[in-house]
């Protein structure tokens, strides 16, 4: 609810990764989105999202992925332990994050384009590694 940090931020933010778990407005981020930016919801919700005709005009799109909750993720850690199944996944700083995505724009993450990038983001606070490299030309 920072009015004076909301107005600074209009218009940068490319990707919106929403990860609260309960029902939420999104209205209130739609400033914050570039012309065809995208928000990203976790989770299934019931109630629908509303979205006005500014959005539609400026081409933001809202995208979601079904996660379990608890008890399903938990049962599914708990098999992936008994069958020694364990993902491939690299763990990178948020200043990797361009050489995440290009990676795996290329066809070439982790365990030869099976696994994933985690990014760091506990790490990269406390170890302040803010500045993104630049994407690389390939």
């Known amino acids: 609810d920072d009015a004076e940090a909301m107005a600074a931020a209009h218009g940068t933010i490319d990707v919106l990764l929403d990860t609260v778990s309960a029902f939420h407005e999104l209205e209130p981020f739609f400033p914050l989105m570039v012309a ?6 976790l989770g299934v919700f019931i109630e629908p999202v ?14 979601g992925s079904l996660i379990a909750g608890m008890k399903e993720s938990n049962e599914t850690l708990e098999f992936c332990g008994v069958h020694n199944t364990f993902p491939s996944v690299e763990v990178i700083p ?9 990676s795996l724009g290329n066809g070439k993450g982790p365990a030869g384009g099976d ?3 985690v990014i760091d983001v506990q790490g990269t606070l406390v170890e302040g590694d803010w500045e993104v490299e630049p994407l690389t030309s390939e």
């Open 115 to 117: 696994g994933r990038f």
């Open 94 to 102: 948020a200043s990797k994050a361009n050489f995440a995505i290009q």
């Open 50 to 63: 509303k979205l006005g005709a500014s959005t539609v005009f400026n081409g933001l799109n809202v995208a």
């Open 36 to 41: 065809q930016g995208t928000i990203v919801r």
